[in-house]
């Protein structure tokens, strides 16, 4: 496996464990006040980032798939973004939503970006 590849099971990896624990805290949220609909957005965008992390870090082993993961992690991209602007834009928002919301986008990004690379690298050969 080359470092291009590493990267993307990195940033899989990552968002992968990331996104494990904010499913529990967004649980916690839940809990804790269930009237609030942001809140089911960082549900939302908990578990496209377990998805996204889950799937990329298993088709990254086959690196001629690395076009596979680019298309889904910009689609992930897509989703956390649209989570994250209506997250961003109710009032009484917590910190924890906040993290969960830029944690998404960021880690979602990161694997595109890192499968971006990768593509780009293997067109060249």
């Not at 549900?43 to 998805?51: A, P």
């Not at 086959?62 to 602007?85: D, K």
């Amino acid at each position: 496996m080359n470092t291009l590849a590493k990267t993307v099971k990195f940033a899989a990896l990552t968002s992968l464990l990331l996104g494990i624990i904010s499913i529990i805290a967004t649980c916690l949220l839940i809990a804790a006040d269930p009237m609030k609909f942001h809140v089911y957005l960082c549900v939302i965008e908990s578990l496209t980032m377990i998805y996204v992390g889950y799937v990329s870090a298993r088709l990254i082993n086959v690196p001629s798939r690395a076009v596979t993961v680019m298309n889904r992690a910009s689609l992930a991209v897509l989703l956390c973004f649209i989570c994250a602007a209506f997250g961003m834009m109710a009032r009484d928002k917590t910190l924890l939503e906040f993290i969960i919301n830029a944690l998404g986008l960021i880690l979602c990004l990161g694997i595109y970006a890192s499968a971006r690379r990768m593509v780009v690298f293997q067109r060249k050969k």
